[in-house]
């Protein structure tokens, strides 16, 4: 019998601790038989995202908790290899929530189908997925930037940030990047189009937004949060906008608290966290759009790509300590 | 010549500390004479508001600094005792920002005349005024609690958040007062018709706000800050909204800091700061609303009145103290 290989969750890791490589198990079974009603996916591309740390623990989140022993969560991206299911065949190109596995079974309910001759299959994990709908969700829906406002986004290189700073682009926004390294930064503004980008590992970051932002900041795209908030935060214009998405700063790691308060109060700022899940409503005329711009080359990005699945974990880690440069992928075909 | 009294600012607090006594100085002036176009109003009201410690410094605040060696700035309520303005006759009862003085000129562009028939003058400059207004907008536009919501509002037996509560109340929802000591934890309880009020001086407020909304909380009516803020961020539920007011607990202070900003991530939180006096749209109906209520006895307030415009600076050190009761007041008449 042919056999596939899954990582399931062993072990949670301590709170505010990373995780480690005991909290994974690499497992081998058999490949399974669809059902009357089932879809088998060959899974090629496997989605690394941060949200996954938040699943890994116990502790109160916006999702229920990883179970032990069961497969680890993910985007996966495939090829359907045998069908049950009217609306699937065999050689379809599919995306969906497969986890952490080489072949999955779906009963096509978030499974769909994507076009795969002018976007790319791993993109629909990454600008043209869930990291394009994050960003495009963000901005346009609590950000509203206007044409000549100033738009600031952490992680800038990532798959949702390279996507925000290229869609306020196109809003006629000034955009600024802050990420991490000199290669990253300058990919964000030679490659991206980003008008500056500020490397918080060698800069002074209040001091360099002062300069990359002289009229301040309208909007603030949230990825990573610590120092990084507090710095963007004193630099805000009145009637700023805080799309707040990700804290990867402090997912291993004791909170960072918000310094002054009363920056909201002063700057009659408005601050807004989000999970894009819950915005379905978004993701038809954001996908649509994204993957126009994939498709006609107006829209970059770039991937990180780990080979193999025993390598998650450590691509995994890596992404969680920014060492990714663009979507964090794993390659399973 | 008649005279009159006012109070200057004669100089700046220290930053993060509180006003003194000479901070303010007391003057004496002729009574003028009003130009064409212009009014004379004996001022029978003054409003103390926390606001004004804000425009004694000279830091960044959301409105001009108040100038040296000029009349205090605040909102009065008085009466017209001479007049070359043709909207305004002598006897007219009037309110306007004519500042800390007994008497003062107008060319009429910020004084509105009030009908006293069925609200007392007083109320015109508390829950028929800038307070009531201040909690209609938060409520209204950033809370916009549902029916069977938990509301709950920090300084809750003050101008603002006695209406707070008394609105989300009307609204069905659950409304929870966070107050200072037992007097006006009953009073608003038993004369106010909220809930539920804790008070934080002598209890612990993440557990009693658990006891008292044991379904969460969905909205925070926010004019203290300090770590009563983060006692209620804690408690929030998903989606909560958070009017953010005043923090009036560090305008003499330190700020103290938002300890978890992954609670408005997890919970997808929106938190937003404003100021009253930018949404000028919501002025006629909110004070029709609230002028109705408070005219049939539908909405309740208290007043502290302080005797004497000398008495001023010390009433004002109260109220950032937290010693009134009510609606801080100065009665000139």
Same mark, same amino acid.
């Given at each position: 019998m042919p056999t596939y290989?899954?990582?399931?969750?062993?072990?949670?890791?301590?709170?505010?601790?990373?995780?480690?490589?005991?909290?994974?198990?690499?497992?081998?079974?058999e490949v399974p038989?669809? #059902?009357?009603? +089932?879809?088998?996916?060959?899974?090629?591309?496997?989605?690394?995202?941060?949200?996954?740390?938040?699943?890994?623990?116990?502790?109160? #989140?916006?999702?229920?908790? @990883?179970?032990?022993?069961?497969?680890?969560?993910?985007? =996966?991206?495939?090829?359907?290899?045998?069908?049950?299911?009217?609306? $699937?065949?065999?050689?379809? @190109?599919?995306?969906? @929530?497969?986890? !952490?596995?080489?072949y999955?079974?779906?009963?096509?309910?978030?499974?769909?189908?994507? *076009?795969?001759?002018?976007?790319?299959?791993?993109?629909?994990?990454?600008?043209?997925?869930?990291?394009?709908?994050?960003? !495009?969700?963000?901005? &346009?829906?609590?950000?509203?930037?206007? *044409?000549?406002? =100033?738009?600031?986004? #952490?992680?800038?290189?990532?798959?949702?940030?390279?996507?925000?700073? +290229?869609?306020?682009?196109?809003?006629?926004?000034?955009? /600024?990047?802050?990420?991490?390294?000199?290669?990253?930064?300058?990919?964000?503004?030679?490659?991206?189009? %980003?008008?500056?980008?500020?490397?918080?590992?060698?800069?002074?970051?209040?001091?360099?937004?002062?300069?990359?932002?002289?009229?301040?900041?309208?909007?603030? $795209?949230?990825?990573?949060?610590?120092?990084?908030?507090?710095?963007?935060?004193?630099?805000?214009?009145? $009637?700023?906008? /805080?799309?707040?998405?990700?804290?990867?700063?402090?997912?291993?790691? @004791?909170?960072?608290?918000?310094?002054?308060? #009363?920056?909201?109060?002063?700057? &009659?700022?408005?601050?807004?966290?989000?999970?894009?899940?819950?915005?379905?409503?978004?993701?038809?005329?954001?996908?649509?759009?994204?993957?126009?711009?994939?498709? =006609?080359?107006?829209?970059?990005?770039?991937?990180?790509?780990? *080979?193999?699945? *025993?390598?998650?974990?450590?691509? %995994?880690?890596?992404?969680?300590?920014? &060492?990714?440069?663009?979507? +964090?992928?794993?390659?399973?075909?």
């Amino acid at each position: 019998m042919p056999t596939y290989r899954r990582i399931v969750l062993a072990s949670r890791p301590a709170p505010e601790q990373p995780p480690r490589h005991d909290n994974f198990r690499l497992e081998t079974l058999e490949v399974p038989t669809p #059902s009357n009603g +089932q879809v088998l996916v060959r899974n090629l591309w496997l989605s690394l995202d941060p949200y996954m740390r938040g699943r890994m623990g116990e502790g109160p #989140s916006y999702a229920a908790p @990883q179970a032990l022993n069961e497969t680890m969560v993910g985007g =996966t991206a495939g090829e359907v290899v045998a069908s049950k299911h009217p609306g $699937f065949a065999v050689g379809d @190109q599919v995306v969906g @929530q497969l986890g !952490w596995q080489e072949y999955g079974l779906s009963d096509g309910s978030r499974l769909s189908k994507v *076009d795969t001759r002018h976007v790319p299959l791993s993109a629909y994990l990454g600008a043209v997925g869930m990291p394009g709908v994050t960003a !495009w969700h963000g901005l &346009r829906r609590i950000i509203e930037p206007k *044409d000549g406002e =100033t738009v600031v986004v #952490s992680a800038a290189s990532g798959a949702v940030g390279s996507v925000v700073g +290229q869609l306020a682009k196109q809003s006629g926004c000034r955009a /600024i990047g802050i990420a991490g390294g000199r290669d990253k930064c300058r990919y964000v503004v030679e490659d991206l189009g %980003f008008d500056a980008c500020i490397d918080y590992k060698a800069q002074d970051v209040v001091k360099a937004l002062q300069e990359a932002a002289p009229k301040g900041v309208d909007g603030y $795209f949230e990825n990573v949060g610590g120092e990084i908030l507090n710095a963007v935060l004193g630099q805000m214009n009145a $009637f700023g906008r /805080i799309a707040l998405c990700g804290l990867i700063a402090s997912y291993n790691s @004791q909170p960072v608290p918000i310094r002054n308060p #009363s920056w909201f109060l002063v700057r &009659r700022l408005k601050l807004q966290g989000f999970i894009v899940s819950e915005h379905m409503e978004d993701w038809p005329p954001a996908l649509k759009e994204l993957g126009t711009l994939v498709a =006609t080359g107006k829209l970059k990005y770039r991937e990180s790509v780990a *080979d193999g699945l *025993d390598a998650a974990p450590e691509a %995994f880690f890596g992404l969680l300590a920014g &060492r990714n440069f663009g979507k +964090q992928l794993v390659k399973l075909g």
